[in-house]
């Protein structure tokens, strides 16, 4: 058995306290063998003047958006997506996607992120570029059919649906799939009465966006007579263990549809504020029994993928929302970004215990803006930033050691990022 040892740092408890301990690691299967002291593996980590944390679950992201990042701000959802995000994303091709996510990759590692769920198109390239990172993540393909002839609504429908299948446990177990329809709105009735049951049979899990606008919740009562949860509990397309992104604009009654079937929710507060979406009412939906993730949604309405300014955005827009400043607080938040996005995607992560999986972030705690540290989740939350990270750990393996990515080229990355982006804007603006 090869082992690795993270020694001498400050462990983040179950409880939230701290304590100086070690934590030894079975590289092989990925697990935390032991948490204590005087604790030597095969190979070891230096933690002395560190903090040792869960590493963070971004549930919800779509990862090539990283190659649109900056290239249309300041629009509402309907106008930034009709007008700006979907005729450029049609240029998008499966290359485009690989060094789209191998960016996000990169950002996602330096700052601690060690599982993702993404949604997008060309998934293959998505799960090659993930397993060469290290990283754990549920990918699915996403699945929109309207405004497409027959065919090829039927033929997205089951490209998702075949992606979910193939990939499903790719990477040595790292990566899972989940059945995506894009939303209610997007996914002609007729594909979820097929698809679902079949994705059901494979023991696929679902994940959709669903309430994120007002508009989008008006549309679904005009076309339906059934605000948009409501719809998917009468054809079954939510169910336990499936998982939902947004959810800014519910009732009572969906709430109450969400706790029933045991359907997890996504929070991704900084692309709903700038996307002028509204505010999830997280407090009520925690108080109701919900079970909450954080997610950055895609880098082009967020514009990064660090995990502890979504924390931040996520308590603080939650406090504005319930009009109290104890609401939505920092223990809960960090909870989001942990072990309630792990639980939400089925992975044993989001604790530093024995049994559990070997996902840790490692932060430097000598900044200026991390002194003094009176209570350390709060400070979490509320101070810390993504590049305060200086080692990450994923499946027992070590994809940052020293604020250095060793799984990824990174300076090669963002130059073929950067020249892929500047290649894309200009055949969109060809065919102009």
């Known amino acids: 058995m090869n082992t690795l040892s993270v020694i001498g740092g400050r462990v983040l408890q179950e409880d939230l306290t701290l304590e100086f301990l070690d934590v030894l690691i079975d590289v092989e299967r990925g697990l935390i063998l032991e948490v204590g002291e005087s604790l030597r593996g095969d190979e070891e980590i230096d933690a002395r003047g560190g903090l040792v944390i869960p590493g963070l679950v971004n549930a919800h992201t779509h990862m090539a958006m990283t190659l649109l990042r900056g290239y249309s701000d300041d629009k509402p959802l309907e106008e ?6 979907w005729p450029i994303e049609s240029h998008l091709t499966p290359e485009d996607v690989y060094i789209g996510s191998q960016l996000a990759l990169v950002e ?8 993702f769920c993404d949604m997008y198109f060309h998934m293959s390239e998505v799960a090659m570029a993930t397993e060469s990172s290290g990283m754990r993540a549920v990918l699915g393909q996403g699945v929109v059919t309207v405004g497409k002839n027959e065919d090829d609504a039927y033929l997205d429908a089951e490209k998702g649906l075949k992606f979910a299948e193939e990939y499903s446990g790719f990477a040595g177990g790292r990566i899972k799939t989940a059945f995506m329809p894009h939303s209610m709105n997007t996914v002609d009735l007729e594909y979820f009465e097929e698809h679902i049951p079949r994705a059901r049979d494979l023991g696929i899990p679902i994940h959709l966006h669903t309430n994120e606008t007002l508009e989008d919740v008006e549309k679904t009562s005009k076309m339906h007579g059934m605000r948009p949860i409501e719809l998917a509990s009468e054809y079954n397309i939510l169910s336990s263990g499936d998982f939902a992104a947004h959810c800014v604009h519910v009732d009572s009654n969906e709430i109450d549809i969400l706790v029933d079937k045991g359907i997890g929710v996504v929070h991704c507060p900084a692309s709903n504020m700038k996307l002028a979406s509204g505010i999830a009412p997280i407090q009520k939906l925690q108080n109701a029994g919900v079970t909450i993730g954080l997610g950055t949604d895609g880098a082009a309405s967020n514009n990064d993928l660090d995990l502890f300014g979504e924390m931040r955005d996520a308590a603080m827009v939650g406090k504005l929302s319930a009009k109290s400043a104890s609401a939505v607080n920092a223990t809960s938040v960090f909870s989001m970004a942990t072990v309630g996005g792990a639980n ?3 992975i044993p992560a989001g604790r530093i215990e024995p049994g559990w999986v070997a996902d840790l972030a490692i932060l430097d705690l000598e900044a200026a803006h ?12 509320y101070a810390a930033r993504g590049s305060d990270v200086i080692h990450t750990i994923c499946d027992g393996k070590v994809l940052m050691k020293d604020r250095e990515v060793l799984t990824l080229d990174e300076s090669k990355v963002i130059e073929s990022a950067r020249i892929c982006a500047n290649d894309l804007s200009e055949r969109v603006r060809k065919k102009r």
């Open 370 to 381: 991390l002194t003094p540290m009176r209570k350390c989740v709060n400070l979490l939350v």
């Open 108 to 115: 996602l590692i330096k700052s601690g992120t060690t599982t």
């Open 344 to 346: 939400i995607l089925d």
């Open 80 to 85: 930034w997506l009709k007008e700006d995000i």
